[in-house]
């Protein structure tokens, strides 16, 4: 052996070694790869039924609703930004579908940006599902509608259980979740908010990103000079301020924006009389503080604060505001701008003539009522923030905030 | 431990090769030098330059010996050890009395350097405190800045630096403070006159960046142009490569990071005090697809005077998706003269900076109060009087310093009545003395007074150390 072979084994046997070492651990892993337990169903695939492809399936059953005539999407249409399609205040569910709810319908379009609810370290209300915030995740979101005497009324888990073993697809619901899953009710109600969770979560039509300002932003397309007038003015602390609450620049990670900071305002939308439950005088809903949210009862201050909506898609809406007060977009708009220049276009008169202002919440509690900010800082014989052409072009901008667009095109219908 | 200035900058290098370039050609007075106020580096590379010279002359005698028939002279006798700070040598010194005082001189630079670490450490860091003229309840007091920094020798040609940073003295998600790593870097010297570096360094543009220690400018704060338009403590990640010429001109060129556009925020007044320092990296976690470059000179040949500029130009789109301003560049150049003339210090520097490309972007930023600007632009000249007044280590040094900045001097156009109005040129006198304590410890007191935004009229008072 000469001194080069034995320069070169001397490097070889730690390469030796370690290559079998490496081979033990490739044995090792290769084994425990047969051994262990079959790939969970949950996992899914992209042929065979997953908890996405059960949550869209749930989301447009009716068949899982006392009446048999109301699913999640019957609320919340695809065709409108799930969200309703007609422009009643308030929907009317239970099992003959004649119980009237309290509140409109929220979007549900990009629901799953949504961070579940926090006080900010400056005290802040943030997040939260539903208007009032009181669900902390989607999973809990679900529950409601599902169980609602005004909504699908499903008297018990167990009687949700049944409808469900009873749809089309019970045998992708237990090949999912497992074939015992029908005999515990508790589990499959988590099963069915879970799927809905994943269907909403991931599905993209909760989450295009295609409305002519998203291609706007990304320097496809060019606005019109009427919308880019309108961006102007919902940018401009001076004018409309929507941008306060409503950002409509891109996050610090560069993330599209949600034309929502997530918060809760108080804007003393009028009482609107198409809600049945308004019927009673003593009833006022009064959003974070009750009362149908309970945990923040003794919070008085927060009390007539709804959370601070998306505005894409907002165009599409059929009512606006947490009681559908308004039915149209220009109506909606007017209020921001004349609510305190001209309250007698919105509240009622009280018999000494005098105009009730802020009428859906108690008079202690007007003082919550957000008169500060632009555009309510204005008193009546002063000028709105904005006139009507303005108006005009804060419109054409909201419009442009429509998914679907097709560039170089009109939007997709 | 003393702190090492050629550690911590390119600049400060290339001069210290220019002054061994000058040394050779004066012996007598470089080994007259004071000890104390040099650095081992430098003191090393003037005994191989003095070595270099006694080595010639020695051949010189040598022949001169051959000529007469004589014996040379010995090359080094041994010599008692005696001080050298405060000697002076004869400018027709023999080799041998020469070769003497080079091996007094190493002896005692290899003494200092057996008694001090590879590793030092230093610091600096400046307290202000801000009066508004016109609004007292705006006072502030402030530890703006303690920085400590380490740098190790590997050996005679190879060293690194690093500086950690902690502004407004308490750093928490409830605080402003920030704790940040200004500098972090190798260099290696390659040749006497080439060296390199790479990490996260300063970037060598204008008169404060890479001298940006309380004792190193006059008033309380930063000038306005150097912080502005030039957002001193400019640092980026990469390469550079540096040196001089024997007439006295310092290079330097990079290969860094750069700016990362999709950053700005047009609702925020950051943008508007200083357009770079709004979308700078840092070099934390920073979008890196576009890369920048720089080439930066400096002429010193001329005793007292040093001439300048610097041309920094990269990218900042960064390869973003969906960013409308993917080919946005961002340019900043500067030119500076500096002429210290016995006791007094003149300094002027301007610099002008363009973000190219924005018209989209900025589209998207209608009815935001602070778009992305197209042209920013500063200057300022400076005059200083050292040591007006001085008592053994104390001295007072008083200055003035007029400087004219615009942050938003031009925008790209937006269709008419959807744009912001440019910003105006704001003019800022400062006036005001430092009183040095020691060279190393400075309080100083100064006015500003703002022609167009009186409302920032204030007097300032400040405190600094380094070492």
Redesign the interface.
Known sequence: MDDKQDQFLRRARPLTRAAAVASVVAIALVVALLLREPARADAGSPDGPSPFTLGEKIFADRSLSASGAMACATCHDPAHAHAQSNDLAVQLGGANLDVPGFRAVPSLQYISFMPGFFFAPDGTPTGGFNRDGRAKDLLTQALRPLFAAHEMANASPADLTVRLAQTPYAGEFRQVFGDNIFSDPEATVLAVTFALAQYQTLDSDFRPFDSKYDYFLAGKVMLSDAELRGLALFNRADKGNCNACHPSGRGPNHESPMFTDFTYDNLGVPRNPDIPANADPNYVDMGLCGPERTDLSERLDLCGAFKVPTLRNVATRKVFFHNGQFKTLRDALRFYVRRDTNPEEFYPIGPDGAVLKFNDLPPALHGNVNTQEVPYDRHPGEAPRLSEAELDDLEAFLNALTDGYAPGGAPAP | MIRNPALLSPVSGCTSTSKRLRLLLSVVAAVASPLAAADEASLQAEIADLRAQIEQLRSQLKELATQRGQAPAPAVQAAAPAPVAGTSAPATAPPSELAQRVDRLERTVSAQAEEQSATTLFSYGEIAYSRPVHDSSQTTADLARAVLGWSHRFDDRTRMAAELELEHAVSS??DKGEVEIEQFYAERQFTDRVGGRAGLFLIPIGLLNEHHEPTQYYSVFRNFVETSIIPTTWREGGVAVYGGTEWGLDWNVGLTTGFNL??W???SQEGRDSPLGSIHQELSLAAAKDLSGYVSVNYVGVPGWTLGGTYFTGKAGQG???????DARVTLWEAHARWQPGPFDFAALYSRGTISDTQ??N???????TPVPQLFFGGYVQAAWRNIWSYNDYSLTPFTRYEWVNTAAAYAS??Q??GVPTSPTEQIWTIGTDFYVTPSIVFKADYQQFRIDSSKNSFQLGFGLNF
């Open positions: 998600a409830d999709a950053n925020d047009p609702s973003v998706p969906d960013f409308p301003a993917q989209a972007l589209l998207t930023f209608i009815g935001q109060p937006v269709p009545g959807l």
